[in-house]
T-cell receptor
Framework: AQSVTQLDSHVSVSEGTPVLLRCNYS??????LFWYVQHPNKGLQLLLK??????LVKGINGFEAEFKKSETSFHLTKPSAHMSDAAEYFC????????????FGAGTILRVKS | NAGVMQNPRHLVRRRGQEARLRCSPM?????VYWYRQLPEEGLKFMVY????????ESGMPKERFSAEFPKEGPSILRIQQVVRGDSAAYFC????????????FGPGTRLTVL
């Protein structure tokens, strides 16, 4: 079974400083990986996805993630945090016979200080 | 282009009652997924449906829970004889195709069981 581990339950940064949210995956084959964001009492929005094309994936709102097979990592980064980035972020891997089942990490709550 | 719609957004039920959660996928999407977010737990896959077919229900509790996606109308997640442990946020997602096609999430239904 596929799984993802988000290494930090909470991350706090100052506005304008870089963001790093860490994720390690476990997969028996080349996985499809995603990052989703959830703002309070809202649904989930896809930030970006990796499906074995380029290892550096660019997403929305200035976020990007790099797939590193040797480290089994898929960390999410942003050069400069904005107050509106405060939310919960989920690293996700797909599994299942049809690749249809999303397996979510536990989530990382990002706090942005002014 | 409307996104995934779920209703109601909030639902309160007393123990033993039935809960019906509705999901209208994005226009043109024929693949629907249900996920549950329990307090202090991550998002968990419940079921994957196509029109009139249940494809993968490996995440559904064995009793009291059922899902359908009829030829016409929204997908329904039905919980019979609700218990307090059913209190959670239930999210629906839809995709255009199966496999690793992007799943777009609705805003969720927050079920509270008194």
């Amino acid at each position: 079974a596929q799984s993802v581990t988000q290494l930090d339950s909470h991350v706090s940064v100052s506005e304008g400083t870089p963001v790093l949210l860490r994720c390690n995956y476990s997969s028996s084959y080349s996985p499809s990986l995603f990052w989703y964001v959830q703002h309070p009492n809202k649904g989930l929005q896809l930030l970006l996805k990796y499906t074995s094309a380029a290892t550096l994936v660019k997403g929305i709102n200035g976020f990007e993630a790099e797939f590193k097979k040797s480290e089994t990592s898929f960390h999410l980064t942003k050069p400069s945090a904005h107050m509106s980035d405060a939310a919960e972020y989920f690293c996700v891997v797909s599994e299942g016979e049809y690749g249809n089942k999303l397996v979510f990490g536990a989530g990382t709550i990002l706090r942005v200080k002014s | 282009n409307a996104g995934v719609m779920q209703n109601p957004r909030h639902l309160v039920r007393r123990r033993g009652q039935e809960a019906r959660l509705r999901c209208s996928p994005m226009k043109g999407h024929s693949h629907v997924y249900w996920y549950r977010q329990l307090p202090e737990e991550g998002l968990k896959f419940m079921v994957y449906l196509q029109k009139e077919n249940i494809i993968d229900e490996s995440g559904m509790p064995k009793e009291r829970f059922s899902a359908e996606f009829p030829k016409e109308g929204p997908s329904i997640l039905r919980i019979q004889q609700v218990v307090r442990g059913d209190s959670a946020a239930y999210f629906c997602a839809s995709s255009l195709r199966t496999g690793t096609d992007t799943q777009y999430f609705g805003p969720g239904t927050r079920l509270t069981v008194l």
